[in-house]
């Protein structure tokens, strides 16, 4: 326990931590949503100046952190001047559908790579190996961003799938189950997209860690004494192996937002990413800084999802 | 074949793909911002041969394609045009603007890796050296950058910084972005290579003989983190290649006219019907053959890495 308390107090501070600095640098860059209004000559310099008082933006630093972070243990993460509305709210749904997206993801992929890694290891040096190790370096170097843009262009093509969003127009009349339909026709791209972006690295480590517990003494005395191979594989070799998968799982946690943010703007989908790349194009620092909050607490959380797994895997953890 | 020969093959493959860009402005027949605004979305120009003498047709026109002219090492006498790979909307060739927009693309991998490499070595020899506060300090620090995902962390940074640049500025701007976000996994790596090597033999015996630190990290310290750094190169130069054509996708990098792999995908992107112009994806499809030569290179290095 006191190693989950300690990694959820590194977690917390690493939190404080990125906040502390995005305030800053957003002190320190050069202009505001309303530095646009200052150039319109039919706005006068007093209003732009009451304005910027009265959403605080001329208040001293430490103040506006102090403040902020007040509103945000609210849940309350201020005002969005381009949207015009409370940046909360904006962001739920935002949220909702980008976790939808990369769980999807992330789950179908693991479902993919782990039989395929396992294949993979105990078939190491046959045709199959060689023949998928091509194929998925091959995929490796195909950018998602283009597997996307080709994606949306078939489905455009071919009409079997939606150009983008998450919904179709109809979607508030539609009955529960037509509903779930709906969505998952729409997210099928999207997720086809970000699984195979995952999928080689994956592999590639399942097929490695596998590997490395297969030539491992014990796996050898365990075959000795007779134990059948599925057993073998899967209640022996497998938990050995997940120590590094776990910690992959979470390390990739990073690489995998990243990828559904190229995805999501592309593919239309509503999640975090267009949100963050709007608020920075009309330079609405309050969903900016939202966002990065956010997706920092996406890693941590999922970091610490990934310790707790581990502490609960690997008995050489708890014996520490 | 041997690890010599492939990394070998390699480095010739990438060589090769490199040149092409960097003499973009001998091979690609136009230059970058030259419009044809009679020809937009033309269909790679079809090459008819009249024995052994190339040439293009425009109706019942025939245009000769005429070698080393004006300096470049094809082209046609106006009003002919050759675009080998089509045109874009503005009847731009793309052939050309994809030797050139690998320019910037390759160039911003190159260099942004360079400065993280050189960031990290830095940082990461003196974290390992040092210890001690330093080290906590460097380490914690490198934890604050990792705690965002990647592309969110670049464009938290891009969104701080002006948005109306001219284009120079953006590709520095661009490079010291990319490179002084990524320092974080190299120096991690460096660290732990020069944390193990100061206490190696040689180094302590070194230490002995009264070798001052500056001769020891440079004699001994710094050849034994060769090896990652060059297998940190092959992983970092095409993540940052993709760091580029990612940021100039979103609007956030290198603007037009001046192209990028990355606004040229943007450009095809916004144009929905590029099922009727299929060519337009060229600067996409021109990354894979780059990714796969680092692929390889990396792949080859590691494994004689860990043998």
């Given at each position: 326990m006191r190693y989950i308390g300690r990694r959820l107090l590194h977690g917390f501070l690493l939190l404080v931590g990125v906040s502390v600095l995005s305030f800053v640098f957003a002190d320190l860059a050069p202009g505001d949503y309303f530095s646009e209004l200052r150039?319109?000559?039919?706005?006068s310099a007093e209003t732009v100046a009451a304005l910027r008082a009265q959403s605080g933006l001329d208040r001293p630093l430490p103040v506006r952190y102090a403040a902020w972070v007040a509103s945000v243990l609210r849940g309350d993460f201020g005002y969005s001047l381009a949207y015009n509305s409370p940046v909360g709210p904006l962001l739920w749904g935002r949220v909702r559908a980008t976790l939808l997206l990369a769980g999807t993801a992330t789950i179908l992929a693991w479902l993919m790579a782990l039989p395929l890694g396992i294949w993979n290891a105990t078939a190491r040096g046959k045709w199959g190996d060689s023949v998928s190790k091509v194929v998925l370096s091959f995929l490796l170097a195909i950018p998602e961003l283009l597997l996307a843009i080709v994606f949306l262009m078939l489905a455009v093509e071919s009409?079997?799938?939606?150009?983008?969003?998450?919904?179709?127009?109809?979607?508030?009349?539609?009955?529960g189950p037509e509903r779930v339909g709906d969505v998952a026709w729409h997210l099928a791209l999207p997720v086809a997209v970000l699984v195979l972006g995952m999928l080689p690295t994956l592999v590639r480590h399942v097929r490695a860690s596998m590997a490395e517990a297969i030539d491992s003494p014990f796996a050898l005395s365990a075959r000795a004494q007779g134990i059948p191979r599925r057993r073998l594989l899967f209640r022996h070799l497998l938990p050995a192996a997940a120590n590094q998968l776990i910690s992959l799982a979470g390390f990739s946690l990073g690489t995998l937002l990243s990828a559904s943010l190229l995805i999501e703007v592309v593919m239309g989908w509503p999640g975090l990413g267009p949100l963050f790349l709007e608020a920075i194009m009309a330079r609405d620092f309050a969903v900016v800084l939202a966002v990065v909050m956010l997706s920092a607490s996406f890693l941590v959380v999922g970091n610490l999802l990934a310790d707790i797994l581990l502490y609960r895997m690997d008995p050489r953890i708890r014996m520490k | 074949m041997s690890r010599r020969t492939k990394i070998g093959a390699a480095l010739v493959f990438l060589g090769i793909l490199h040149g092409l860009a960097i003499f973009a402005g001998f091979l690609a027949p136009y230059p970058y911002a030259e419009q044809h605004r009679e020809f937009p979305y033309l269909p790679p120009t079809r090459i008819h041969w009249s024995g052994l003498r190339p040439f293009v047709q425009d109706g019942a026109r025939r245009y000769p394609i005429q070698f080393f002219v004006h300096g470049r090492l094809v082209g046609v006498e106006a009003p002919g045009v050759i675009f080998l790979l089509g045109s874009d909307a503005y009847g731009r060739d793309l052939f050309s603007r994809l030797l050139y927009g690998g320019r910037v693309s390759l160039l911003t991998g190159l260099l942004a890796a360079f400065l993280s490499l050189g960031l990290g070595l830095a940082l990461g020899t003196a974290a390992g050296f040092h210890g001690g506060w330093l080290d906590q300090i460097l380490m914690r620090a490198g934890e604050l950058v990792m705690a965002l995902p990647w592309l969110y962390l670049l464009l938290a940074v891009r969104a701080f910084?002006?948005?109306?640049?001219?284009t120079v500025q953006a590709f520095f701007l661009l490079i010291v972005i990319i490179g002084g976000v990524g320092w974080v996994r190299p120096a991690r790596m460096i660290r732990g290579v020069v944390l193990s090597a100061r206490e190696r033999g040689f180094v302590l015996a070194a230490r002995g003989f009264g070798a001052s630190d500056a001769y020891l990290i440079r004699r001994h310290i710094l050849p034994l983190t060769l090896g990652v750094v060059l297998t940190q190169a092959t992983v970092l130069i095409p993540q940052y290649i993709l760091a580029e054509v990612a940021l100039s996708f979103l609007g956030l990098g290198v603007s037009e006219p001046v192209p990028s792999w990355g606004n040229m995908l943007a450009e095809a992107q916004q144009y929905h019907a590029l099922v009727a112009h299929g060519w337009m994806l060229a600067p996409g499809l021109a990354i894979i053959p780059v990714l796969l030569g680092y692929l390889l290179l990396a792949d080859t290095l590691l494994e004689s890495r860990n043998q």
């Open positions: 150039t319109n000559p039919r706005v009409g079997y799938f939606p150009a983008g969003g998450m919904v179709s127009p109809g979607w508030a009349s539609l009955n | 910084l002006p948005l109306h640049i001219t």
